[in-house]
Structure formats: C-alpha cells, structure tokens
C-alpha cells in the first residue's frame, strides 16, 4: 500500500459546482496536510496546508483533514474555468515531502 | 524573482548518453530536492538533500546520482540513460527539510530513445 493514495480522475464538472477532491494516507506519523495546484506545462505550487483535525478555510477553497480516519479532503465552491488544473495532495515526513498521483480537474463553461 | 530555475527545458537523449539537470534557487533554502513526473504515477522523490553538505535517497534513486554543489545549486546525473527514464524532472527547494511549502521549477522534459 502506497503511503498517499489519491484517484487520478480525470474529474469533469460545470462551472459552478462544488468539487471534492481526496487523499487517503497510511502513515500516523505524517504531521502537515498540503495541496499543490499544478497547471498543464508547469511546476506545482502550494495552495494550502493544515496540520490539524478540521477545516481551513481560504477564499473558495476549504482543506479538511480527518486524522482518525487518514482522509483528507479539498473542497471548491463555485469553481470557475481557472480552476482546472491537476491537484497533489502532499503530505511531509522526516525531511521529505510524499505527493499524491494527482487529480486532473476539467471544469466546463 | 527568479526563484528556482533549471536548465535545460527539453532535452532528448540517445540510449547510453549521460547528461547533467542544473538546478539552482536564488532564495537561499536549506532544502532541495529532484522529483520525477510521469502519467499516472504523480510525483516521485528521486533524491533530496536537507541542508548543504547532505544528500540522501528518495523513492526512485537507482540510475541518478546528485551533488549538492553549494547552498543554490543541486545538480542530477544520469550517467547511462535508459528510455525507462523518460520523464518530467522537477527540481524544487524549501526553507528547511520536508516544510510545508516548496517550491518548485518549471520542470526538465527528458526524453530517452
């Protein structure tokens, strides 16, 4: 079992809607929960971190994470065509960051 | 605002060859690290190096080798290229080892035929 788990998608939805997007992990030691965005030809960049149970919340965007369970969670509202793009979920440990597969996201005018 | 910066952008190379990826950061990070992309396999951590004078393996170490030249620069070495090798390399840096945020370069496209 890989240490980060995420489904590569691809994942189609209309402008406006609610996209969820999920990671699940193994390992209890990971302490930051990141995402990284990462546009077609170019390198990721950081979006948001959290480092405990709950919700972060940073415009449209809501990270979740749920310790209990390993799962965490990337929430955007109102979603616009801009936001299409491939997102990692990332997780540190030691002196390593771990990523996810990534999720490409389609969002349609 | 150069940020970090590798060279080259592409790159095709014949079975056998060797050939060096440059990477250097002007915002003086202890942390650097070289990831390769591939379809469906998300990004994997080849080497990284927590401060200077240090380097230690990734996931994906075998067929690389890497120096830590200085503070802004990581260098990675394939010394016989192999078409498994194909891929989208990434270099990027961080403020200390495994921080939150790090960031990345626009990537080496290598192709290996």
């Known amino acids: 079992q890989k240490e980060v788990e995420q489904d590569p998608g691809p994942l189609s939805v209309p402008e406006g809607a609610i996209v969820s997007l999920n990671c699940t992990y193994s390992n209890s030691a990971f302490q930051y929960f990141m995402w990284y965005r990462q546009y077609s030809r170019k390198g990721p960049e950081l979006l948001m971190y959290t480092y405990s149970s709950g919700n972060k919340e940073d415009g449209r965007f809501t990270a979740q994470v749920d310790k209990s369970s390993k799962y965490i969670s990337l929430f955007i509202r109102d979603s616009q065509p801009s936001d299409s793009a491939t997102y990692l979920c990332?997780?540190?440990?030691?002196?390593?960051?771990?990523f996810g597969k990534g999720t490409r996201l389609h969002i349609l005018p | 605002n150069a940020g970090v910066t590798q060279t080259p952008k592409f790159q095709v190379l014949k079975t056998g060859q060797s050939m060096t990826l440059q990477c250097a950061q002007d915002?003086?990070?202890?942390?650097m690290y070289w990831y390769r992309q591939d379809p469906g396999m998300g990004l994997r951590l080849i080497y990284y190096s927590a401060s200077e004078g240090t380097t230690d393996k990734g996931e994906v170490p075998n067929g690389y080798n890497v120096s830590r030249l200085n503070k802004r620069e990581f260098s990675l070495r394939l010394e016989s290229a192999a078409p498994s090798q194909t891929s989208v390399y990434f270099c990027?840096?961080?403020?200390?080892?495994?921080?939150?945020?790090?960031?990345f370069g626009q990537g080496t496209r290598l192709t290996v035929v």
């Open positions: 990027a840096s961080s403020t200390i080892p495994g921080n939150t945020e790090a960031f």
């Open positions: 915002m003086n990070h202890n942390s």
């Open positions: 990332a997780m540190n440990r030691d002196d390593k960051i771990i």
